[in-house]
């Protein structure tokens, strides 16, 4: 692909869906735009976005595209494990009642699954904030909707916990109403808007992977500041917060980075 059309690209995107490509990796997002155009059937970028204009079916499927949802409950079991008998009793030591954010989260996989955990082990009244947002609208529909998920989807879930949380219809799990009341969800973009703050736990797993250092860097600082002190970001399995001392962070165990008191 050429920088010029490279560069065509990215404004009629940002124009069309508000997404900003510059502060992608440029190598990767543009395989992934050849291959989108591939499978589009369009022969042009021009064609596609002139299609895209006059058909809602058709942004929303490049939207889609762009905001990559990828994501099962529970995704990690190990690292879980480790949220569950070490982080989470650590961080109610210090407040009962906790402010959860879950920072692009998909079609809700990863809030469901930390409100499952927090109910199993702290009671099933709604005493914690469970914040989960996304810039996809579709996918926040399906979240605020609880589902409908796969098999594959709640694979990690306990079975025991199935009947408790989910009901089953054609083979497909929805969550009970129960458990969707106990999250907010909001549309949200992370590179535009404003952060709240006071979180005592900041989940963000597989999400800033794509984007340019710079960016990345730029968004562990504002966690960083959407913390309160001794509050802690959880990140995806295979992620390292480069310059992690340099912000203020402290490593707490593999995917876990801690603002100390």
Known sequence: MQQLEYDFIKREILSLTGIDLNNYKSEQMQRRLNSFLLRSG?????NLFSSTRSDP???SKLRDFLTINVSSFFRDPQKYEVL???????????SSN?????AGCSQGQEPYSLAIMLTETTGSQRRHYILASDLDRSALAKAKSGGPYTATDVANVPINLHQRYFKV?????LAHERLRQLVTFKQHNLLA??????FDLIICRNVVIYFTALVKEQL???FYKALRPGGVLFVGGTEIVNKASEIGFETVGVSFYRRPN
């Open 42 to 46: 369009q022969p042009d970028w021009s």
């Open 57 to 59: 079916t058709e942004l």
């Open 84 to 94: 569950k008998k070490t982080i989470l009793p650590n961080l109610q030591k210090e």
């Open 98 to 102: 906790l402010r959860v954010w879950s």
């Open 169 to 173: 219809e054609n083979n497909k799990y």
């Open 193 to 198: 808007d404003p952060f709240e703050s006071n």
């Open 220 to 222: 562990y600082n504002r």
